[in-house]
């Protein structure tokens, strides 16, 4: 018996061997969890399935999370948190563009991976205590949307109400992606993502009260990196 046959493997086994990757267990449940709740549904998905897809064993899964409902919680975070990282960056510029830009990449994000995430809003499970930071981390998220309305030209002219209602409907039209997703499953080509994207934040520019004429020198500089 050769040296290396007699080697033993560290680490927690694999009940199903897999196809190498370069995901980190943990990442490859969230990949498995995102695949399996989007198609399958939140409520009818076990962990043992979400192991079996993952190709690890189900008591594996709770090295890494709580339960069920953690792995929901990472998931639905993971649509915020970077469109929170991106308004907190946004300091440069005019308001417009920085509207503009918070459009574009929320949008890109949302349309971005190969599972629309952004579904998982819908579930009666999200609303629960267990799911509070998530509904926070979403809330100023909105809040920003708000306040960079309020900055721009157009924004400063409207009532209090009139620029809540406006922020209401600017913040749905972004998220109305999730519904665009929902009728081309599946992960969107690179040019149909950025064309969706901007195309997005132009509306929600054009709502904002922002004239068509602007939008051109808006997409020029407040376009983040592809």
């Known amino acids: 018996m050769s040296a290396s046959s007699t080697v033993?493997?560290?680490?927690?086994?694999?009940?199903?061997?897999?196809?190498?990757?370069e995901l980190s267990p943990r990442e490859e449940i969230l990949t498995a969890a995102a695949e399996l709740f989007t198609t399958h549904g939140y409520a009818a998905t076990s962990t043992r399935a979400?192991?079996?897809?993952?190709?690890?064993?189900?008591?594996?899964?709770?090295?890494?999370?709580?339960?069920?409902?953690?792995?929901?919680?990472?998931?639905?975070?993971?649509?915020?948190?970077?469109?929170l990282e991106t308004a907190r960056a946004l300091t440069g510029g005019t308001?417009?563009?920085?509207?503009?830009?918070?459009?574009?990449?929320d949008a890109r994000l949302l349309c971005s991976g190969p599972h629309n995430l952004g579904a998982l809003y819908l579930l009666?499970?999200?609303?629960?205590?267990r799911f509070a930071a998530f509904r926070r981390m979403r809330d100023e998220l909105k809040d920003t949307y708000g306040r960079l309305l309020a900055e721009t030209s157009a924004g400063a002219a409207l009532t209090?109400?009139?620029?809540?209602?406006?922020?209401?409907?600017?913040?749905?039209?972004?998220?109305?992606?999730?519904?665009?997703?929902?009728?081309?499953?599946?992960?969107?080509?690179?040019?149909?993502?950025?064309?969706?994207?901007?195309?997005?934040?132009?509306?929600?520019?054009?709502l904002a009260g922002v004239p068509d004429g602007d939008l051109p020198g808006l997409r020029d500089t407040g376009r983040g990196p592809a």
């Open 8 to 21: 033993r493997r560290v680490g927690r086994p694999r009940a199903v061997e897999r196809p190498r990757s």
């Open 50 to 83: 979400m192991a079996e897809r993952a190709g690890i064993r189900q008591a594996s899964i709770y090295h890494y999370f709580g339960g069920k409902e953690d792995i929901l919680a990472e998931l639905l975070e993971s649509t915020v948190r970077p469109s």
């Open 95 to 105: 308001p417009e563009q920085r509207l503009w830009e918070l459009c574009y990449c």
């Open 124 to 129: 009666p499970e999200v609303h629960t205590e």
């Open 160 to 206: 209090p109400a009139e620029r809540a209602l406006r922020t209401d409907l600017l913040f749905a039209l972004i998220e109305g992606v999730i519904l665009i997703r929902r009728d081309a499953p599946g992960e969107m080509a690179a040019d149909v993502l950025e064309t969706l994207a901007a195309a997005t934040a132009d509306a929600a520019l054009r």
